[in-house]
Every structure is written in C-alpha cells, then in structure tokens.
C-alpha cells in the first residue's frame, strides 16, 4: 500500500508523543509485529526527543515528522520516517552516533544508538546553523 503522512509540531516535549503515536498509527497497517511497533516507537521518540532537546537551545522551533510507504518493490511495504529540524545541526555526526556521547551532562547519549538498532537503516544528514534530518527504514521482518 502507498501512503504518506506528514506532521509538523512545535518543538516542546509533549509533541514527542503526539508524533511517536501518529507513526505507530501510520505504521499498522503494514504487517509489523508488536515488538516492531514498540521498536519503531522508540526510535521516532528519540528522533523526535534531539529535535526537542537539542535543536532550538536559544527559542522556539518546529520538527516535520515524515512518514512514508510504497505499495511496489523494491521498496513496497517498508517503512520510512523522516524527522526533520532547522535548528542547531550537529558538527560531527560520527561521533554524535557513538553510543554515549551527548553534549548534555546528564543524558545518556544512546538515542542515535537506539535508533540504529531499532530500525534497519539510519542516516543523518546536518549541517550545523542549518538543521538536521534523521531518515529511518524499518520492513516488516515477516514478509
Ligand atoms: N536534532 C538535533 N539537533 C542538534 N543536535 C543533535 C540533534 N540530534 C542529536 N544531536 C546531537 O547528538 C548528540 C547525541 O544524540 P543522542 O540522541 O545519541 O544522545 P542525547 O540526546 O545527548 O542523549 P539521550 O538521547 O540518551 O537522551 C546530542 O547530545 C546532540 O549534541
Ligand atoms: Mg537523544
């Protein structure tokens, strides 16, 4: 099935559910199992949660939470979200991925890790002043 979502929110923490619910709508109807959905929940919270924390330190912003499926191969059936902000950017995008790293003192640093493990594929495309897309892929393992 082809379909496509897209949703833009301002940047507090409430919306962090709003968008994470809306994909996991989006996404039932492709096949994935509970465990999947629980898994791409996490994934789009933590995509969700940077642009929150991390992209607008000094004021107001928004995050478009994009979410697509193509109904033909080689790509039908699978799931793609894409969280975009135009907020900070991330300078060093490798080692924002390490497991651990974070620029703020108390947080743990795994949401890019999580996001990794969680879907099939990850990219993040930032540029610092200009902002930050995390593209994720997630296919249904039983097809
Ligand atoms: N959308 C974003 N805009 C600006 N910087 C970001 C964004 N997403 C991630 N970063 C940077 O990458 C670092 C690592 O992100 P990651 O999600 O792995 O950890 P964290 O958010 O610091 O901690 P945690 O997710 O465990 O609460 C962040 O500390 C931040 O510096
Ligand atoms: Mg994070």
Partial sequence: ?????????LCVPSNVAVARIAVATFA???GFSVSE??????????AVSNSVLHAYPHGEGEVTVRAT??????HGGELVVEVRDTG??????AKAKE?????????MGLGLS??????????VESAPGKGTTVRMVKRPCRQ
């Fill in 28 to 30: 039932a109807s492709l």
């Fill in 1 to 9: 099935m082809k379909n496509e979502m897209s949703l833009t929110l």
């Fill in 88 to 93: 900070a950017g991330i300078p060093d995008i």
């Fill in 114 to 123: 999580f996001m990794e493990s969680f879907m099939d594929s990850l990219l």
């Fill in 37 to 46: 959905i629980e898994e791409i929940k996490v994934a789009v919270s933590e």
């Fill in 69 to 74: 499926t193509e109904d033909s191969e080689p």
């Fill in 99 to 107: 497991p651990g790293y974070s620029t703020i003192p108390e947080h």
